[in-house]
């Protein structure tokens, strides 16, 4: 009996922390889909618009985006990673997040280059 009283609270937790958790969600964010949404979760609340502002610049949060940059290195994942300097990248988004904010815990925003942001991203954000 007990195990079944613990399970239906483990459900009726999880699910209202996920509505709650989609009533948190700020207006910048209202685009995301459910997977991007989450995997954003990883970031602190203060750093989660500078961070998706980044994904979606860089790739519009595509996380099997690739591209060869300037200096002929391989860079992909939805934040752009060059792996000959942080590591292989994921295929998973929300592991691509870890990286990102792994990056970010030690670097800050300094390694991408949209960290200010990009015109598509704020005619995006504007509705045009």
């Known amino acids: ?3 079944a009283l613990s399970i239906a609270l483990a459900a009726s937790i999880l699910i209202s922390s996920t509505a709650y958790a989609e009533a948190d969600r700020p207006s910048w964010a209202e685009f995301l889909t459910e997977d991007q949404w989450s995997a954003i979760q990883i970031f602190e609340p203060k750093d989660r618009y500078v961070m998706t502002r980044i994904a979606w610049c860089e790739s519009r949060l595509d996380q099997s985006a690739y591209i060869i940059d300037s200096d ?3 860079r992909e994942g939805a934040w752009m990673v060059g792996a000959i ?3 292989s ?3 998973d988004l929300s592991q691509q997040a870890i990286q990102a904010l792994s990056i970010f815990n030690e670097h800050g925003s300094l390694p991408w280059t949209t960290r200010g ?3 598509a991203w704020d005619q ?5």
């Open 1 to 3: 009996m007990r195990f």
């Open 72 to 74: 002929g290195l391989p």
């Open 85 to 87: 300097w942080w590591g």
């Open 89 to 91: 990248v994921s295929s």
């Open 117 to 119: 942001g990009c015109s």
């Open 124 to 128: 995006m954000q504007q509705g045009t």
